[in-house]
């Protein structure tokens, strides 16, 4: 997350950075993802930034080993700032992808349309994939803007502290 807070920070695009650090966009992305970078990945990114590379290794994020270890929320405050911004950079990107899917959605459609007028114009076929493309889309959409109760983040807690017999 620091590499894209960073690049936000700065107002720059993936493909912006990724031309200033001679790395490809997609390199950017998995990083931003959270997967591990290279040391000369970090090297490149540490340049643009002007920073120390060591500086921009991300920080494990793990479960506590046993109750001595540092919880990853403090009960008093709620969650670590650092795990607030990682999980508003998470709904932000699922809420990209939503508008991404919808786009295509779109797009598809009217290529769908345009495809069944010019082939078959007596029989309308282009209804039933719309139909079941644009139903996808909504549950995708009502997942995105938490608007089904048992696929929220409040609803996963609640099960797994139920479980637990315990608060988390």
């Known amino acids: 997350m620091l590499i894209q807070k960073l690049r936000l920070q700065r107002g720059w695009s993936q493909e912006q950075l990724a031309e200033l650090s001679g790395l490809s966009t997609r390199t950017i992305q998995r990083i931003e993802r959270g997967q591990p970078a290279s040391v000369e990945t970090l090297k490149a990114l540490g340049a643009v930034f002007e920073v ?30 650092e795990q607030e911004e990682a999980l508003a950079f998470a709904h932000v990107r699922a809420v990209k992808g939503f508008y991404v899917h919808a786009a295509g959605y779109s797009l598809g459609v009217i290529g769908l349309a345009v495809f069944n007028i010019l082939t078959t114009p007596g029989h309308l076929w282009v209804f039933w994939p719309t139909l079941g493309w644009g139903i996808g889309l909504t549950i995708h959409g009502l997942r995105v803007f938490d608007q089904i109760p048992l696929l929220t983040g409040a609803w996963e807690r609640r099960e797994v502290e139920k479980r637990l017999g315990r608060k988390l």
């Open 52 to 81: 120390d590379f060591s500086t921009l290794k991300e920080p494990e994020m793990s479960v506590p080993a046993s109750p001595n270890t540092p919880a990853l929320v403090d009960p008093a405050t709620g969650p670590l700032p």
